[in-house]
């Protein structure tokens, strides 16, 4: 019982914050540019709210810590920052916008558990994580093997959660359909989201 409390208060905590930080997020955005002063306040408020480790709590973090390494986020990176927030936030909440990119794309249901070590990775799509180089790092760093196609050989494609919904008519969406017909002939390979798997990242680090 009382880790079911704990639960629940967590979420509340989480589901909060989520609320919070979609307002947050569409205010910055609203002009269609994140200024300096602006992308100060965002990394301010990640920074006192560092106890949400959720998504998109952890891959926002990972992000701006990527773009503060040389203390600064300069134009090009707010830039980024805005189509980011703009990405992740759409005309829904960020939990509506997760359900209805996993309902509109093939991922292999249910999720299947996530193992790094020995095991290949092949990414596709736009990365709220960072770029797709970013991405293999953190694969490499857990003994993952990247791939840059789709092979017989492959564990997993995991799909930018900033991807285009319409799959089928994006130049990613390629390396899924060639996934399917692999898997058609009876390969198995996993196709995962980017939610999961950096929940997977997170746990595993």
Sequence with gaps: MKGEHFSENQQRIEDRGISELIGIARGLVA???VNE?????????????SHLTCWPFDVLNRRIVTMLEDGVIDAGEREELCSVLKSLIGEKPV?????S????????????PIIFEGRTFCFTGK??????KD???????????????????LDYLVIGFLGN??????SFGRKIQQALDFNAKGRGISIVSEDAWAQALCAAE
């Design 31 to 33: 002009d269609g540019v």
């Design 135 to 153: 991405c293999e790092a953190a694969v490499a760093r857990l003994g993952g093997e990247p791939q840059s196609k789709v092979t017989t050989r």
């Design 95 to 99: 939990a509506e916008n997760i359900a």
């Design 101 to 112: 990119f996993a309902s509109t794309l093939p991922l292999t249901q249910p999720v299947p």
């Design 37 to 49: 002063q602006e992308a100060g306040f965002l990394v301010q408020w990640l920074r006192e709210n």
């Design 165 to 170: 919904e319409d799959w089928m008519h994006s």
């Design 127 to 132: 990365f709220a994580f960072g770029q797709r």
